[in-house]
């Protein structure tokens, strides 16, 4: 920063014309728009220079193909109408927050950036991979070091911030998306910089020695200072942007809901849905006092996020841990299936709600049966393959090809 201070001076000292545009760049953005006296002094003084031919180097454009001055749109997404007050009376954007394009943008390269694991060998999205929704391919993610793995599955990270107690990862350990985005950086396997290898603060002069980083941190925080706040900020605005809204379902869902106004009904009939979707549909919205299979209540739509107050499903019996689930969105785009990835398809996961659930005390009451043991739905093999069948409508390709959430690298 300094450095850059001493060249900007000389720059225009010397009188070159890309340094006017180098400096006004840097004051629009250390300001957020306005101009600075600092700003305005080195226009005056720079009026009579021979312009010089070529525009300043950027290293945005050189490393990535973002153009700071056309950035993509991030704060202000179009949502369907049903993202009304009882949807955005979820969301876990702290107080004081906001999505902004330049913090998302930033978000975006770190969240591609391999340099933010020690050996340059991963990124985030080596286990959190777009054309899968977020998710890894596999059950276990490989670390930065190829040899050692992690010990629960990916998540994907569609509708993140709709999960309203703001928890992060499957047992809700971190407080929230903002302290979960210094977890897999400081982790031993995931990308290495533990304690012995200097911790958050040898990422941070790691990352303060790349170009691109003066630049996008100056154009998303006003200063090219880099700390971890603003390494957490940057990821949770990208993180929180990643909002899957259209799916099949979506595109049936917002017909029956613009035709029926403000009457939020999800368990109706949806037009392009086969019979076996729309049975599947059915099941799933309907509760099982209604004999349908009871799943809305916790994967509760249109986000498909899990509902606050839930507790576990049953697993593995005794259970004492409270886990969360994942949007179901996208869900037919992993290859592996709850916090272990134990189950390699979804009809195994039918499966386990059908005859396999088991007690223990973070067994979610509405997980039992009339009598209070563990449910037993009893469902057809049509009725299994319906669930499953409805459960591929939740995959959103217009999410999992959206540029905005694309990797930025060339
Ligand atoms: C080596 C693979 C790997 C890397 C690299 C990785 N993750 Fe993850 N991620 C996982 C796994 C595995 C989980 C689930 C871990 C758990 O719950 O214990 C997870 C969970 C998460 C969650 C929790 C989602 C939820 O709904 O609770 C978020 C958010 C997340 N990762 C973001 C990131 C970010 C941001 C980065 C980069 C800074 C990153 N991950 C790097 C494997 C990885
Ligand atoms: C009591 C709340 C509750 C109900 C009811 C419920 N689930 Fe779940 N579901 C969860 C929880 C919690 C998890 C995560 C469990 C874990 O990994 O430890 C989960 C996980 C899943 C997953 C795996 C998600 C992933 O990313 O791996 C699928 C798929 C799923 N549920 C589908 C269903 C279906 C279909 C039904 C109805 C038959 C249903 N759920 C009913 C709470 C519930």
Request: glycine letters at 10%; hydrophobic letters at 40%; proline letters at 5%.
């Amino acid at each position: 920063m300094l450095m850059k201070k001493v060249s900007l001076r000389r720059l225009v000292k010397a009188g070159s014309a890309w340094a006017i545009g180098l400096s006004l760049g840097l004051s629009l953005a250390a300001c957020g728009g306005g101009s600075t006296t600092a700003g305005q002094s080195v226009t005056s003084a720079t009026t009579t220079t021979i312009p010089s031919p070529s525009p300043p180097p950027s290293a945005v454009a050189t490393v990535t193909t973002i153009d700071v001055n056309a950035l993509a749109n991030y704060a202000a997404p179009t949502l369907p109408a049903y993202y009304d007050g009882s949807v955005r009376a979820l969301d876990n954007l702290p107080a004081g927050s906001s999505i902004t394009d330049r913090g998302a943008t930033l978000g975006r390269v770190l969240f591609y950036d391999k340099q933010l694991s020690i050996n340059g060998a991963v990124s985030c999205a080596s286990c959190h991979r777009q054309a899968f929704g977020f998710d890894d391919a596999v059950r276990f993610s490989t670390g930065f070091a190829g040899t050692a793995f992690t010990t629960a599955h990916a998540m994907r990270l569609g509708n993140i911030r709709y999960w309203q107690p703001g928890t992060m990862f499957w047992d809700r350990r971190a407080a929230s998306v903002e302290a979960q985005a210094s977890q897999p950086i400081i982790h031993p396997v995931e990308m290495g910089w533990d304690t012995a290898a200097g911790g958050m603060s040898a990422l941070i002069s790691r990352l303060q020695g790349l170009a691109y980083y003066q630049e996008l941190f100056t154009l998303a925080f006003g200063s090219a200072t880099i700390t971890e706040a603003r390494i957490q900020d940057a990821l949770a605005q990208f993180e929180r942007s990643m909002i899957s809204s259209s799916s099949r379902w979506d595109t049936a869902y917002t017909q029956v809901f613009n035709a029926n106004g403000p009457n939020r009904n999800l368990n109706v009939t949806l037009s392009g849905f086969t019979a076996q979707e729309d049975r599947g549909r059915q099941l799933f919205m309907t509760g099982q006092g209604g004999s349908g299979a009871g799943c809305a209540a916790c994967h509760v739509p249109p986000t498909f996020v899990l509902a606050s107050g839930s507790r576990s499903n049953g697993l593995d019996a005794g259970e004492r841990t409270l886990f969360k689930s994942p949007s179901l969105k996208n869900v037919g785009l992993s290859k592996a299936f709850m916090h272990d990835g134990r189950f390699s398809t979804l009809a195994d996961v039918v499966e386990h709600y059908n005859s396999g659930v088991q007690d223990g005390p973070a067994l979610d009451n509405r997980l039992r049966g009339p009598s209070g043991a563990p449910q037993r739905l009893g469902l057809s093999a049509a009725d299994k393959a319906a669930l499953v069948s409805f459960m591929l409508t939740l995959n959103d390709t217009t999410f999992v090809n959206d540029p905005r959430f694309s990797n930025p690298f060339r």
